[in-house]
Nanobody, 127 residues
């Protein structure tokens, strides 16, 4: 059983930056593909980005491409989301998720394919 805990959320002005972290425990971290999702009030949960087991493959939603960067440190069992040029529409609760990946280069963008989730961290971008 993998446990995930997000941190790093907060209030930032438009154009600013935040770095989210996701600490994992309870599993062999390097066996898991990781993803970030977000959910704004009254909206469905949306895919943000994903990263493969080794970190060599990443995949982004069009809405964040070029502004957000996902990375991972397998030695520290952590995954990060660097968010730059933030916009008010990025306001949401951000979740990290984990799924066992059979293939090292696998990235997963569907939320139903992730069995393990953190509790979320709030990101608010003011205009």
């Amino acid at each position: 059983q993998v446990q995930l805990v997000e941190s790093g959320g907060g209030l930032v002005q438009a154009g600013g930056s935040l770095r989210l972290s996701c600490t994992t425990s309870g599993g062999t971290f390097s066996r898991y593909a990781m993803g970030w999702f977000r959910q704004a009030p009254g909206k469905e949960r949306d895919f943000v980005c994903a990263i493969s087991r080794s970190g060599g493959i990443t995949y982004y939603a069009d809405s964040v491409k070029g502004r957000f960067t996902v990375s991972r440190d397998n030695a520290k069992n952590m995954v990060y989301l660097q968010m730059n040029s933030l916009k008010p529409e990025d306001t949401a609760v951000y979740y990290c998720a984990a799924a066992l990946a059979a293939v090292s280069g696998q990235v997963i963008s569907k939320d139903y394919q992730y069995p393990y989730w953190g509790q979320g961290t709030q990101v608010t971008v003011s205009s």
